[in-house]
């Protein structure tokens, strides 16, 4: 009886603009400061693309670190994920812009959208893929341009959102080690509790629409907060589950980096004490797909983790989504 392989993250990459915009700046342009966004946000600063960068841009930037870091090259690669809700455009997907940009002749590609919660719904697919040997080398992307759909006039949004990207790379291991377990949830009937409205079949991009300033983001934050507050809890705990591990086998959550205080409310469920709980926020604010990752590869380019740590990733986003995954830590 064959044992099923399992699947690891083998690279990893990040790519985040230049441009710095800290809540000081916000203050100019905006009726905020620079104490109301850190006391209700935990916000300091975001990145922003400039002008020329686009959502492949940034993905190409970190698709090339981890490639790289797992020391394999591009043709390698068999299959390209890019979680965005922030596309080059429409079509192509975005996955394909990147793959022709690598060279990955061999790969297929797609985008997925799944706000937020994309980069966890790419991992788990790509999990699958390689646990199930179809395929060896998965890349798996989550960038998003959040500053190109956001209304820098409404004080309660652009304060939120940045700009980035950030990349792994799935390869097979042992069974038991790398990715353990994730899950995935969606509640479609919140959707009109953080959503773009135009640009869409349903409501197509007009000068009405522009006028209107339907081309941004509208987010119910109270319902949001709540949402996130309640699922962040719960996912983790049913995706330790489902890894049969418990709460004091945590080495490190890592969450999606979208407020301070959805994050410090899953820590206490999760009965986790600050020093680990991997936090970004203060420095690039909410990133979409991008902010998992990016804070995974941050913390493993200064060594944070040790073979063996468990890791518990958890994030939530429009849809209204959500998803987990425990990884064990096998890279040196």
Known sequence: MTTKRGATIIGWG?????????????????????????????????????????????????????????????????????????????????????QHRLGAQNASAFDLEAGCSGFLYGLTIGCQFVQNGTYNHVLIVGVDILSRITNWQDRNTCVLFGDGAAAVILGPCESGQGILSTYLGS???????????????????????????????????????????????????????????????????????????????????????TERVLVNLDRYGNMSSASIPVALAEAADDGRFQPGDVLVLVGFGAGLTWGAAVLKWDQV
């Not at 710095?20 to 700046?25: L, Q, R």
């Not at 919140?190 to 081309?215: F, I, K, M, T």
């Open 187 to 273: 509640d479609g009937s919140g959707g009109s509790h953080l959503y773009l409205p135009a640009g869409g079949s349903r409501r197509p991009l007009d000068q009405l629409a522009l006028e209107q300033g339907l081309q941004y983001i509208h987010m119910n934050g109270p319902e949001v907060f709540k949402f996130a507050v309640r699922i962040m809890g719960e996912a983790a705990a049913e995706v330790l589950k489902r890894a049969d591990l418990k709460l004091e086998d945590v080495t490190y959550l890592i969450p999606h980096q979208a407020n301070q205080r959805i994050i410090d409310a899953a820590a206490r469920r999760l009965h986790l004490p």
């Open 14 to 98: 990040k790519a985040l603009p230049s441009k710095i915009v800290t809540n000081g700046d916000l203050e100019r342009i905006v009726d905020t400061s620079d104490e109301w966004i850190t006391t209700r946000t935990g916000i300091k600063e975001r990145r922003v693309a400039s002008p020329e960068q686009a959502a492949s841009d940034l993905a190409l930037d970190a698709a090339q670190a981890a490639l790289k870091r797992a020391n394999i090259n591009a043709e390698e690669l068999d299959l390209i994920i890019v979680a965005t809700v922030t596309p080059d455009m429409a079509f192509p997907a975005t996955a394909c812009l990147l």
